[in-house]
């Protein structure tokens, strides 16, 4: 893919800028604007999130407080075609990127002068979205004369918690459930984890999505599954929960998810009535059961008193609710972000750049879209 960006803001000789992708390799790495013991002022991060299908920015200030958080979604263009088409969520990020910028600006009211730090989502997602968050903010990152910080998406969705809880700090154990990830963490400091277990096949965000297809609600599935869950029997039917071999930490829900299609198929060929409520809240008890109990033993075994959860899957009332009770009764500290932080957002991204920042790390213009990048893995750090 190839993106020409024209940044329509000038220099520091009054001259606009054009960028085109091929040139970037010429650019030399960014310099930093300030040195570490300048810390004291307020750190200013512009953050931009564009992996998926939400074009949204950010302007945070000392990480934790959000000024502004713009969110662009393209749900209802997607909705027609029953989940993401990448081509045509590419292409609507170009097209919104520039206006999401200057809302979350306006909104916050600074200019690009008061930024410090450009921090942006370089995977894991989509190839073509993710460059035009990235293209942006290296163009961005390189006409300012700011510092770029490439941040990991799955990490993005732990440091949510950290903007809703101000006094919150590592370690904890974080449940990373979203369309794309089903992570168990141990974040032992800022930047270090341990990943305890992921799943093995589908994502939890995935199933619920691919299981509202087959009951026929729309896109995304998470949120209408829980809605029509609240008015349905959860334990109607007996649908299996995988716990896997050997006190194993990963997941899978792709045995689930056939049982599901199993039953809806042989109820309709026997002319069963299917109770959509009733399918709805035991395929969701049995998504939560699993995500319970798996994180209730990963915070015994790394004996941390607090568990944090993320990504889209946590605005789940169900799981709120009984992680919330289990949490309580093995006396941990429970962490839940609001659901506007839980699903894509800039702000994750913008504390995270912060954190990075201020350890003292920055990436160059050579910084690449990482799809299939991996929790803990960095590239380009500089
Ligand atoms: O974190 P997110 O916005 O995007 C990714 O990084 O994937 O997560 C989106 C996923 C979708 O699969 C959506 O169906 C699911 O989160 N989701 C929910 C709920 N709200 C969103 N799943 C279950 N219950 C919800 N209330
Ligand atoms: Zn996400």
């Given at each position: 893919m190839f993106i020409v960006l024209y940044v329509e803001r000038q220099n520091k000789y009054n001259e606009p800028l054009v960028f085109r992708g091929s040139s970037l390799k010429e650019i030399k790495t960014t310099k930093?604007?300030?040195?570490?013991?300048?810390?004291?002022k307020d750190i200013i991060t512009l953050g931009l999130e564009s992996s998926c299908d939400e074009t949204s920015v950010s302007v945070m200030k000392n990480g934790r407080e959000v000024l502004s958080n713009i969110v662009s979604s393209q749900i209802d263009l997607h909705k027609k075609f029953g989940g993401v088409v990448p081509e045509v969520a590419s292409r609507k990020h170009v097209e919104n990127i520039s206006y999401v910028i200057d809302e979350a600006l306006e909104e916050a009211n600074v200019t690009f002068e008061d930024i410090d730090v450009i921090g942006v989502t370089?995977?894991?997602?989509l190839v073509g979205a993710l460059l035009v968050g990235l293209s942006t903010a290296k163009a961005l990152a390189y006409s300012l004369n700011k510092p770029l910080v490439g941040v990991n998406h799955i990490e993005g969705h732990i440091y949510a918690n950290f903007i809703e809880y101000k006094d919150l700090e590592p370690p904890f154990v974080c449940l990373i459930v979203s369309g794309g990830h089903t992570h168990l963490v141990y974040m032992k400091d800022y930047g270090v984890y341990e990943v305890l277990g992921k799943t093995r096949d589908d994502a939890a965000g995935e199933a619920f999505d691919k299981i509202a297809r087959a009951i026929g609600l729309g896109y995304p599935g998470g949120p209408l599954i829980d809605k029509l869950s609240k008015k349905g029997n959860k334990e109607a039917i007996a649908f299996p929960r995988t716990y896997l071999k050997?006190?194993?930490l990963d997941f899978s829900f792709s045995g689930l998810k056939s049982s599901v299609l199993n039953y809806l198929n042989s109820s309709k060929m026997k002319e069963i009535p299917i109770v959509e409520e009733d399918v709805a809240a035991s395929f969701q008890q049995a998504v939560i059961d699993v995500l319970v109990d798996k994180t209730i033993t990963a915070a015994k075994k790394c004996g941390v008193d607090k568990i944090v959860i993320a990504g889209g899957?946590?605005?789940?009332s169900g799981l709120r609710e009984l992680l919330g009770e289990e949490s309580k009764k093995n006396k941990f500290k429970l962490m839940v972000p609001p659901i506007s932080l839980c699903t894509d957002n800039a702000a994750m991204i913008g504390c995270a750049a912060y954190y990075d920042y201020i350890n003292g790390h920055h990436a160059d213009m050579y910084l690449n879209a990482v799809p299939n990048l991996k929790l803990g893995e960095k590239y380009n750090k500089v």
């Open positions: 930093r604007t300030k040195e570490k013991g300048k810390m004291n370089y995977g894991p997602g050997n006190d194993s899957v946590a605005a789940n």
